[in-house]
């Protein structure tokens, strides 16, 4: 399967010219870029590409096969004025300043941007605020200041992508916006529904991606292959890790998909109950030695029992937590996460339904050089200020432990603190809650199937179910383009 998205990028050049003495604006300019194919080129390698500002007094018309200004006069280091990282747009501003003393006597009509040369990557002439070409000539009793905004877009008109939203740390936008870029890996998740941040709604399986940079296209496309041992589950979601998630239920891109002949059981003449294995199934065909049996129950396929353990979003009021994004985030999305980069998260309970539920967490101290230990602990409160500690648990050593704990008082507010040695070793990798309403699908016969007969169940599912019979190809598709 493929998945494609797309980033837009725009460049934004402002420039003021003001009075050294008394700093009074006597010019301002602007200008409007055109992506250099060389930027391009960058963009698909993900290396850097905003360090410089550079400045030119050439004319002509610029063209995207362009590397440099017309007529160079020099380029300075750029000094960043401000990021804003949000979604769908986030935006880099650095700036440049020409001090009184410097470049006198020079005329300024172009400029771009670069990197750590003097190669442009965006390219622009000068304008006044009707469109008109812009001549600055230097003087020396003015300060010019030239401000530089890349502005970034990730294309949301796809409905079947969801971009990670928390825009400090979607690695897209990072990079865009000055940081260095590390490969996402593939994620495979089992819900499939759409969360606050964009994130899978509940991790089950990752693995690494290889890249690879087409800049004729302009694209860049990260894959891999699942062979017939790997990520062997029923898939609802796949993501490239902390970038975007592809959703395949109620795609256009991917259609339910029917199984037949799925082998669930061989009758002894009294059993008349038999696991059907899967879950979110519909359009049903039980048969017995090949013929359709009638006469039946279906139980427990619907998505309500689907899982032993809920992703803590699931098991709660989602009404009650507007506007909480670390709920829908690691660890209780099922991502593994040391416990010292995790913030301390308050969540809105409905102290009715929560005596009797049991949390679940899964902890791993780790060791280097000597034993590590993982920290939860669990605090509640009736009004969210004042909080009491109900539960902890800790682990050491390398394999992950689980421990559970059940709620017995009717709080309002939970809230949950982690820490650890360090921030690379001691790991919370999950925190659920246990389904009290789990049940195994199965398909109730009236009457018990005969002795040695063959029952076989044809069902459609709206997700991929990944068996060892067959290998799935996952890539995802960054198109850039100017925006």
């Not at 003097?118 to 622009?124: E, I, L, M, P, R």
């Not at 990079?175 to 941040?197: A, H, K, M, W």
């Not at 891109?253 to 002894?268: A, C, H, M, S, Y």
């Not at 427990?300 to 809920?310: F, K, M, V």
Request: glycine share 6%; charged share 25%; net charge negative.
């Amino acid at each position: 399967m493929k998945v494609k998205t797309k980033a837009k990028i725009h460049n934004r050049f402002d420039i003021e010219v003001r009075d050294a003495k008394t700093n009074k604006l006597k010019i301002k300019g602007q200008a409007e870029n055109i992506i250099l194919n060389r930027m391009y080129s960058r963009l698909v390698e993900f290396e850097s590409y905003f360090d410089n500002i550079v400045f030119g007094k050439g004319t002509g018309t610029p063209e995207p096969t362009r590397t440099s200004l017309f007529d160079r006069i020099d380029r300075k280091r750029a000094t960043t004025e401000e990021v804003v990282r949000d979604f769908p747009v986030s935006s880099w501003t650095k700036s440049i300043r020409l001090e009184a003393d410097e470049y006198v006597g020079e005329s300024i009509t172009e400029v771009g941007i670069s990197n750590h040369n003097v190669s442009v990557n965006t390219h622009a002439l000068i304008k006044d605020a009707e469109g008109n070409l812009l001549t600055i000539n230097k003087t020396d009793v003015d300060i010019i200041t030239i401000y530089a905004t890349v502005f970034i877009e990730l294309d949301n008109s796809n409905p079947d992508i969801d971009f990670f939203q928390k825009g400090t740390q979607n690695r897209l936008i990072s990079y865009l916006t000055g940081d260095d870029f590390s490969n996402p890996r593939l994620v495979i998740g089992d819900i499939g529904e759409t969360t606050q941040t964009g994130d899978v709604g509940n991790y089950i399986y990752c693995r690494f991606l290889t890249s690879a940079a087409d800049e004729q296209n302009r694209k860049v496309t990260f894959s891999t292959r699942l062979n017939t041992d790997e990520g062997n589950y029923d898939i609802y979601e796949v993501a490239l890790s902390d970038l975007c998630r592809a959703s395949l239920i109620n795609s256009t891109k991917w259609q339910p998909f029917r199984l037949e002949e799925q082998n669930i059981g061989v009758g002894d003449g009294e059993t008349t109950e038999f696991d059907l294995k899967r879950y979110d199934i519909f359009d049903v065909d039980i048969k017995v030695d090949g013929q359709k049996a009638e006469n039946i129950t279906l139980k427990n396929i619907d998505s309500g029992a689907h899982r032993e353990r809920l992703p803590l979003w699931k098991a709660i009021d989602l009404s009650l937590n507007p506007n909480n994004p670390n709920i829908f985030s690691s660890p209780f999305n099922g991502k593994p996460e040391y416990a010292e980069l995790l913030p301390t998260t308050v969540v809105k309970v409905e102290p009715t339904n929560i005596v009797g539920k049991t949390l679940e967490f899964v902890l791993e101290g780790e060791y280097s050089f000597s034993a590590r230990r993982a920290y939860v602990y669990v605090d509640g409160s009736n009004d969210g200020e004042e909080f009491e500690q109900i539960y902890s648990a800790s682990d050491r050593g390398w394999d992950p432990s689980t421990y559970t704990y059940t709620i017995e008082e009717p709080y309002e507010y939970l809230r949950f603190r982690f820490s650890g040695h360090d921030s690379s070793t001691s790991t919370i990798h999950s925190v659920r809650m246990l389904n009290e309403n789990y049940k195994t699908p199965t398909v109730v016969f009236n009457t018990p199937p005969n002795e040695g007969a063959t029952i076989t169940a044809d069902y459609t599912v709206p997700y991929i179910p990944k068996t060892e019979d067959y290998v799935l190809d996952v890539s995802f598709e960054i198109q850039f383009g100017e925006g």
